[in-house]
């Protein structure tokens, strides 16, 4: 009997919540990613668990447990860190690996092609959205905070017109 005859689909709530435990302990731990988990968004764990994998529970089993926007806390992590395509490959792999690891099955086929497409299309809505360490300025009032030497003054741009 090899290791995947004792892989099941993800069918219940419980299967969402090792799901999300498992991967968890991959991501804090990764050397590219764990940082922002741990030291940026100071991750709860014991909070966080439950929210994912309700969003896990509603996208895998229509359990329609969930009902917050996945992408403004994102946001406001790439607001502080500059989330790179980078950032979203090593998630993707983690999950990808955790998914294959713990189960077999539809279901677990589309928890990955889920989570590649939130991922990607996560990814490409921050491109060109400024962050902490922008060289510019917000627009709505938000100002940019520079770490290091002071930024060279920008040079003097003739009107356009």
């Known amino acids: 009997m090899s290791a995947c ?3 099941h689909d993800i069918e219940s ?9 498992a991967f968890y302990g991959r991501a804090l731990d990764d050397p590219l990613i764990g940082w922002i988990f ?3 968004a100071k ?4 909070s966080h668990v439950p929210v994912v994998a309700s969003f896990w529970e509603t996208v895998l089993l229509g359990a329609e447990s969930y009902g917050g926007g996945m992408f403004r806390p994102h946001a406001a992590l790439h607001a502080k860190v500059g989330l790179r395509s980078a950032h979203f490959d090593r998630w993707l792999m ?6 294959d690891e713990l189960f077999v099955g539809e279901c677990a086929e ?3 092609a889920h989570a590649t497409r939130v991922g990607r299309a996560f990814d490409r809505r921050l491109q060109g959205v400024p962050t902490a360490t922008s060289p510019t300025a917000v627009a709505g009032g938000l100002s940019v905070t520079h770490h290091g030497p002071p930024a060279p003054a920008p040079a003097s741009q003739p009107a356009r017109g």
């Open 5 to 7: 005859d004792d892989l």
């Open 13 to 21: 709530r419980a299967d969402c919540e090792r799901l999300v435990r």
């Open 38 to 40: 741990v030291d940026v």
């Open 43 to 46: 991750l709860d764990l014991e």
């Open 94 to 99: 983690l999950w990808r690996a955790t998914v």
């Open 110 to 112: 589309i928890a990955k």
